[in-house]
């Protein structure tokens, strides 16, 4: 007996920009719940200093912020430690987190800017 499966992946690319931010951090909630494998890729290679920090977390109202249990978050976007040239001669400097079953309905993804002045972070995420 076959059983048909369809699946379907949604990616997404966005940015928080720093210059539009009002205080030291903020959180944007992105619709998030992915019954099987997800990824969501930071970059941050254009900001002009190395103390900003970033966290996800799971969000069921769109509202509520609660940090995933990775050792790894609140994550330091340390430019000049992290960044590397990649295959095409781009200096970059990026950070990814992947999982199984976001069953949250949103991600709150939390940027203190510590004394980053300008530039975006950008986010690239796929799940299914």
Do not use: C
């Not at 619709?31 to 900001?47: A, L, P, Q, V």
């Amino acid at each position: 007996m076959l059983i048909p499966v369809f699946g379907q992946r949604t990616y997404k690319l966005d940015s928080i920009v720093v210059a539009d931010l009002t205080g030291t951090d903020t959180t944007v909630f992105v619709k998030f719940f992915s019954y099987g494998d997800w990824g969501i890729t930071f970059e941050y290679s254009n900001f002009d200093d190395d103390d900003a920090t970033l966290s996800i977390g799971h969000s069921q109202d769109g509202t509520s912020f609660d940090k995933i249990d990775d050792s790894r978050v609140p994550y330091t976007l340390d430019v000049t430690t992290n960044e590397y040239v990649d295959e095409a001669g781009v200096t970059r400097a990026t950070v990814t987190l992947t999982g199984d079953a976001w069953r949250s309905r949103y991600i709150g993804i939390k940027l203190t800017i510590g004394s980053v002045t300008e530039r975006s972070l950008i986010y690239k995420y796929v799940k299914e």
